[in-house]
């Protein structure tokens, strides 16, 4: 059997993709490699996983938040404006060859809103350097991605407790 870098995705409508994709890089973290997280959508308020990284895991960890928050809470114009930068940066992260994993956090919604073409994601996971592991986020994953990937799984919600009005909370959803 063979070793190679694999294209991990975790999509769907339930909550922990997110959470799944960062497990992911402290496992990375703890065997040595070099990580690169890059977060699309969620904006510069503080979360619970970014303070880990800059506190924790400097030596192996880059954390990257570029989006501009909820794309509902921007005008349009910034939100692609970020999106596409944001996407740039991935870009060259990816082809650098500086990290042995790079998550790029809410991918799909890039691809969803037509901000990235599906194909231009493709095309970046072919291109990247034979060892580097990739992990995708977001909901509604697009097939050509899921095709794409080494290894799909769905998160599917079953019950949420802001069904019975209990708020998001620190050290558990951010």
Not at 7 to 29: M, N
Not at 47 to 65: C, D, I, K, S, Y
Not at 95 to 117: G, H
């Amino acid at each position: 059997m063979r070793t190679q870098g694999l294209v991990i995705l975790y999509t769907g409508d339930g909550k922990g993709k997110t959470t799944a994709a960062l497990g992911q890089a402290v496992r990375a973290a703890g065997h040595g490699l070099r990580i690169c997280i890059i977060q699309f959508i969620k904006g510069k308020w503080e979360t619970g996983e970014a303070r880990a990284a800059q506190n924790h895991l400097t030596e192996l960890v880059e954390f990257h938040t570029l989006g501009t928050g909820f794309t509902w809470k921007e005008e349009e114009g910034s939100v692609r404006e970020a999106g596409r930068k944001a996407w740039e940066f991935a870009r060259e992260a990816v082809l650098s060859d500086r990290f042995d994993l790079v998550v790029l956090d809410e991918l799909t919604y890039l691809v969803n809103y037509r901000i990235v073409e599906e194909l231009e994601v493709i095309d970046l996971l072919r291109k990247r350097p034979g060892h580097q592991h990739v992990v995708i986020t977001g909901r509604g994953a697009s097939p050509g991605i899921i095709q794409a990937a080494d290894l799909a799984t769905e998160m599917r919600l079953l019950k949420h407790p802001y069904e019975n009005g209990v708020k998001a909370q620190k050290g558990v959803e951010f």
